[in-house]
């Protein structure tokens, strides 16, 4: 039986196997616990702690992404505690990502009464929009750093090695190596960065482009032209 | 910065990818019916959420301006049309095949099935070839991909499927690629073959001339002589009997003509094969025993295999080798080639094929006939008919009068092209159906508009037999109509032009229906449904009953031959050769971002990441030619001559240069030669010899810009992975 483990979640008793995460057991028993970083198909690291639950009474949160069951266990996935923890990380992130376009993460804050200008002088994470390849935009300034699009270019899907970690601390963004522009990086534009992207920050050219109101004759003939568009950005 | 909100879809269909063979599920996010996003649904085989460039990016063809909106007649010389209607069009196309069948029989017919195309499409293709033009004159790509690998798998086993599914892919033990790029042409499938190798620490051995992406992540890279691989097979089996490797159970219980077999290879020693191959007897010694000690082994191959005058030899080869292991009929073993085409293995299965009905039912079984002769009400021819390399011959004769081509461009695929279009040139009559112009289509008498992937229900059938849902997610462009539409439309008005009494059955009302008819006529699809598939996603067939789960892998129990043959070889070869005059080897296949004729794909956003053909080159020839990365050369063969830019990289062997032929600007196929497998009826793409020199800047579009600003093309070897 030391294959499996025995704990109660929210009051409900639940047996699943050692390994199994607090938030894969929850699931097993309908009950939601909100993710942003946590993605299926890629490797969970905890980054996000939206998915913090209340173990034990314990002194810390514990993400439950990455906590695996523990026999015994007593756990509430959404105490007050738990609630005012996501409560600040939602405003903590909102005050310095522009998330008008993170449906999801936008519910999220209204579920638990984030207050948008909680910090209003939070410095914001701002960079220009790039627009170097045919296929997608990026839009760094909508990045939350769920790392899911470094992950799945790595070793969680493509093997393509083209996105990484740019810069330290608060000034840390994905980027190419040197900051170097997609048609000169490995990148071989399978867009599987695209598909687990949780915000606006990365898009296909065609989205951005009728987002902006351009026909689709017209995003046909737009060719690449860098230093245009830089020029826009910063008048922008 | 325009703050604008996120972009909500119309609706969303979900889908089959209209690219390669690897059948990857997509969901199409449509506002103002373009196709504004495209996503993978997570949770369903084969592809896991994963798309590459193509599926993800490349569909933007669908609304390019320039497909075909309504039916075009001839009016004048090549490329010169008048739009027509449909009532026009179609009473012409029937009224001229009908003259032509009274003339002179149904055999004076070439038709061309189509591998991008539906089963349902093909399927009705195929019945009004057989059923009212009374031939068997009906054959499609297939031939100039995996004929070579067909033959072979069929006279060893007696089937040609990939045996293994997809999905087993990752927990491979030990696995074999050989001539297939295929982190190029199969991008996903790459994916999982990338993984069992990084995440489950399977050994992955690469048998490849090329440097491609895959031999990063291979224990072992055989880098041999291109046209050599037989050499190499039959050195490995060598080494497995001579070191008592092989599996003696398996081979006493599931095989034939052992004994006969392991007298022939006392000569192909490792050491013999080095001397051809130029792969070191040690490395083949190794692969050996890597191959037959292995718990679970399979092997992956593409077009370097197949596309061979001795591409059944080396499909034999290959054969021989898992017989004699005994590394087939279980989870993660196997004889695996990996189709081209969406739906290539669709429509062989639809039967589009000169020798069979649907699932391989043979022709010239009295029984069969018999069978599709009272679905049709009408008598059928038993002789099979001509392959599609024999169709072009036929034209230059004077056997065949009328050609009619659905969706396929053999002006870019047929091997020697300046031959096959003087051939075409020579038709009494040509009917195209395609959704664009192409070079094929130019020819044409008549042209008539059809619908895409995203405009059409139907099926399509991957590369390990799943057969898969295609949904409607735009309305038609123009005029435009799916196929299996246009062709009732024909074959109703011939029917009726001939007097037929009692009509073969064209009024469908929707795809369904013409499944229905094509699982009523074969046994392996009966247990699949549209019902079913909604439900299930997709299914392996064989698939006997509905209640069957279908069949993610084949050959558990036993062969559809019964046995599995071992099959003798010699070793020879028939292709062009290097000479003094013609000093190099030229090798022809595709890159990631185009797609075969280009057809599709250059009308599309990839065109501007890989804009124009490009001729790869190793420095070394480099350096004797005095070209760099960048230069323009001229690439003549005994057949024609193009001019490309050449890209300088260690991808390429000494002595042999890589040319995509999806560019009509420098076709690869002029320089290619129509020599033929004699079994399989394949063209030799992959070798043929050519001399090389510097060449002016030629008055093109784009000849201008530097090279390093066109696109993405770069030397894939420069990076680490």
Redesign the interface.
């Given at each position: 039986m030391s294959d499996r483990v025995t704990l109660t979640i929210d009051g409900q008793e639940i047996t699943v196997p050692a390994g199994t995460t607090l938030l894969e057991a929850a699931a097993q028993l309908d009950i939601e616990v909100p993710v942003i970083c946590y993605h299926?198909?890629t490797t969970s690291n905890g980054l996000c702690r939206v998915c913090v639950v209340d173990v034990n009474n314990g002194r810390l949160l514990q993400a439950a992404c990455v906590t695996a069951c523990a026999n015994g266990g007593k756990v509430e996935t959404r105490n007050e505690r738990v609630e005012r923890s996501r409560r600040t990380i939602l405003e903590m992130l909102n005050s310095a990502v522009d998330l008008?376009?993170a449906?999801a993460i936008q519910t999220l804050m209204t579920d638990y009464n984030a207050d948008p200008t909680r910090f209003p002088d939070a410095e914001r994470r701002e960079h220009a929009?790039l627009d170097d390849?045919?296929?997608?935009m990026r839009d760094y300034s909508q990045c939350v750093l769920c790392w899911r699009c470094v992950q799945v270019c790595a070793?969680d899907?493509?093997?393509?090695?083209a996105l990484t970690f740019g810069g330290r601390g608060f000034d840390t963004h994905i980027a190419t190596a040197f900051d170097i522009p997609m048609?000169?990086s490995?990148?071989?534009?399978?867009?599987?960065c695209?598909?687990?992207c949780p915000t606006?920050a990365l898009?296909?050219?065609?989205?951005w482009g009728?987002?902006?109101?351009m026909t689709?004759?017209e995003i046909?003939q737009s060719?690449?032209r860098p230093r245009r568009r830089r020029e826009e950005?910063e008048e922008? | 910065m325009v703050v604008a909100p996120m972009l909500s879809p119309d609706h969303t269909v979900r889908t089959t990818c209209p690219y390669c063979g690897v059948g990857c599920q997509m969901n199409l996010h449509i506002k103002d019916d373009v196709i504004y996003r495209v996503s993978a649904p997570f949770d369903s085989a084969p592809n896991y959420g994963n798309l590459c460039v193509k599926g993800r990016f490349g569909l933007d063809f669908t609304t390019h301006p320039r497909r075909l909106k309504t039916p075009l007649i001839r009016n004048g010389g090549p490329g010169e049309f008048r739009e027509a209607t449909w009532d026009e069009a179609l009473n012409l196309v029937a009224e001229k095949l009908t003259q032509i069948i009274r003339e002179s029989g149904g055999d004076s017919f070439a038709t061309y099935a189509c591998a991008k195309a539906t089963n349902e499409d093909n399927y009705v293709f195929q019945k009004w070839v057989r059923a009212v033009l009374k031939t068997n004159n009906v054959d499609h790509c297939a031939r100039l991909c995996h004929a070579g690998s067909v033959t072979g798998l069929q006279l060893a086993i007696g089937s040609s499927a990939m045996s293994n599914s997809i999905a087993e892919m990752e927990h491979l033990d030990t696995f074999i690629v050989t001539g297939s790029n295929t982190t190029e042409t199969h991008p996903v499938i790459s994916l999982f073959l990338k993984r069992a190798v990084r995440q489950n620490g399977a050994k992955l051995i690469v048998i490849d001339p090329r440097q491609i992406e895959l031999t990063d992540f291979a224990t072992l890279w055989l880098r041999q002589k291109p046209g050599t691989d037989v050499a190499i097979f039959q050195a490995m089996a060598h080494v497995i009997v001579a070191e008592k490797l092989y599996n003696e159970e398996f081979i006493g219980r599931r095989t034939e003509d052992f004994n006969e077999y392991i007298e022939s290879l006392e000569k192909f020693t490792p050491e013999w094969a080095e001397g051809i191959s130029g792969v070191p007897a040690v490395q083949i010694r190794q692969a050996a025993r890597m191959y037959a000690q292995a718990e679970r082994a399979a092997f992956y191959w593409g077009m370097g295999i197949s596309q061979s005058t001795h591409g059944t030899d080396n499909a034999l080869a290959l054969t021989n080798l898992a017989l004699l292991t005994g590394h087939i009929g279980k989870p993660g073993t196997g004889l695996n080639p990996l189709r081209g085409q969406n739906n290539v293995q669709g429509c062989s299965d639809s039967g589009g094929l000169p020798n069979v009905f649907t699932a391989y039912q043979k022709i010239t079984d009295p029984a069969i006939l018999h069978k599709f002769e009272t679905a049709w009400h009408t008598a059928l021819s038993p002789d099979p008919g001509l392959t599609v390399t024999e169709m072009v011959d036929g034209a230059l004769l004077g056997k065949i009068r009328a050609m009619v081509v659905m969706g396929e461009n053999p002006l870019m695929s047929e091997p020697n092209l300046a031959h096959a279009r003087h051939a075409m040139e020579h038709l009494d009559f040509t009917v195209c159906i395609d959704i664009f112009m192409n070079e094929t289509s130019e020819l044409a008498d008549v042209i008539l508009p059809s619908a895409s992937f995203a405009e059409k229900d139907g099926t399509f059938t991957n590369s390990d037999r799943r057969v898969q849902r295609v949904r409607q997610a735009l309305p038609s462009v123009g005029e435009s109509r799916p196929d299996w539409q246009i062709i009732c439309e024909i074959a109703t008005r011939m029917e009726n032009l001939l007097g037929v009494e009692h009509s073969a059955g064209f009024a469908y009302p929707d795809t369904e229906a013409i499944w229905e008819e094509m699982r009523f006529l074969t046994p392996d699809f009966y247990g699949i449904t549209y019902e079913r598939l909604e439900r299930e996603g997709g299914v392996h067939w064989p698939c006997p009953a509905l209640d069957h789960p279908g069949t993610p892998y084949l050959f558990e129990d036993n062969f559809p031959r019964g046995r599995g043959k071992f099959w003798s070889l010699e070793y020879g070869t028939d292709s062009e050769l290097p000479d003094t005059e013609y000093p190099y080897h030229l090798t022809t296949g595709r890159v990631l971002f185009h797609w075969h004729g280009g057809t599709m794909t250059r009308p599309s956003k990839l065109n501007e990441i890989f804009p124009e053909p490009i001729l790869e080159m190793h420095p070394d020839d480099a350096h004797t030619l005095e070209l760099v990365s960048g230069d323009w050369v001229e690439v003549t063969s005994r057949r024609g001559s193009v001019v490309c830019r050449v890209m300088v990289t260690g991808r390429s062997p000494v002595g042999t240069v890589f040319l995509p032929f999806h560019f009509v600007e420098a076709a690869a196929n002029l320089l290619t030669l129509d020599k033929i497998d004699p079994r399989a009826k394949i063209p030799d793409f992959k070798m043929a010899a050519v001399r090389l020199r510097k060449a002016d800047t030629p008055i093109r579009e784009g000849a201008e810009i530097a090279f390093d600003e066109r696109g993405t093309i770069k030397d894939p070897t420069t990076y680490v992975h």
């Open positions: 299926d198909a008008h376009q449906p929009l390849n045919p296929f997608y070793e899907a493509q093997y393509t090695f048609p000169e490995p990148c071989v534009f399978c867009g599987q695209v598909g687990v606006g898009k296909p050219k065609i989205q009728m987002e902006q109101g689709p004759d046909r060719t690449r950005t922008g | -």
